[in-house]
């Protein structure tokens, strides 16, 4: 005997940067601004991402390579890091993350990769609040995931180390 359990994420889609909140048109314009700043030589792949915290502080990040390629870190593993390393106690609210490249136009929204989606979930359980994380390319269109646990299904967690 088995049983099936399914689910479903949800995101919302908006047709570009402009039709969104202030708010977010201000945190997904600090992560478009960042990945200027990425450190990636190897992919030339610039992502920039941009954390709003409780009390409407920003921090950003952007990847980081290293020569041995897995020591390099994706760029909101640099932001969440930081926000968490400067102000541990201030709630997460929402992170934007956003790409560019010489290679191509980006006109589809960039998500956060599977390793990301966990270390930001991490937060959202600490907080015990969801982190909206919005997602953008270059241009076009723009993702509204209302949690990272959304977009993470069957998320290993403290819980499962009985914490
Ligand atoms: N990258 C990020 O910074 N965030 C993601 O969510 C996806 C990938 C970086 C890692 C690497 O430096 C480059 O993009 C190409 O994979």
Redesign the pocket.
């Known amino acids: 005997m088995s049983k099936q359990i399914t689910g479903n994420y949800i995101y919302d889609v908006y047709e570009s940067s402009e039709n969104l909140s202030k708010t977010d048109k201000d945190l997904l314009a600090k992560a478009k601004e960042v990945l200027a700043n990425?450190y990636?030589p190897?992919?030339n792949?610039n992502?920039g991402?941009a954390v709003l915290l409780e009390d409407g502080t920003i921090v950003t990040g952007?990847?980081q390579?290293n020569a041995a390629y897995p020591s390099?870190l994706?760029?909101?593993r640099v932001a969440f890091f930081y926000a968490s390393s400067q102000y541990p106690s201030k709630k997460i609210i929402a992170v934007a993350?956003s790409?560019k490249t010489e290679k191509m136009p980006i006109n589809v929204p960039?998500?956060?990769?599977g390793a990301?989606r966990q270390a930001m979930a991490e937060f959202e359980i600490k907080f015990d609040s969801p982190i909206r994380v919005i997602m953008s390319g270059e241009s076009g269109e723009v993702f509204i995931s209302p949690s990272v646990s959304n977009l993470l299904p069957l998320l290993f967690s403290s819980k499962n180390l009985g914490k």
């Open positions: 990425a990636a190897y992919s792949f992502v991402a952007n990847n390579e390099g994706c760029a909101e993350v790409a960039v998500p956060p990769c990301c």
